[in-house]
């Protein structure tokens, strides 16, 4: 599955925007993106196995929270990164 990786996220990706992953949850795809860059899955996932409260993740166009939510083929990831600030 094609991963779209937020600016903040990139340093753990060599830069790239976009990285291959594979996976049938959503929780296997982190795993496999954190074996690929290591420390990715931390930034994205907290102590509990939630997802941290700054990022948001799309399943295609399904905004998703689940780590056991099963990924469809064809499906990308997208990572958003919340902006905050005042």
Excluded: K, N
Aim: aromatic share 8%; net charge negative; hydrophobic share 40%.
């Amino acid at each position: 599955m094609r991963v779209f990786v937020p600016s903040q996220l990139r340093s753990y990706t060599g830069g790239r925007s976009e990285v291959e992953a594979e996976g049938a949850t959503l929780g296997a795809v982190l795993d496999d993106l954190d074996r690929q860059f290591p420390g990715f899955r931390f930034r994205v996932i907290d102590e509990q196995d939630r997802v941290r409260r700054h990022i948001l993740l799309f399943v295609g166009e399904e905004r998703e929270e689940r780590l056991l939510a099963p990924i469809s083929a064809g499906a990308g990831l997208f990572i958003v990164g919340a902006l905050s600030g005042g």
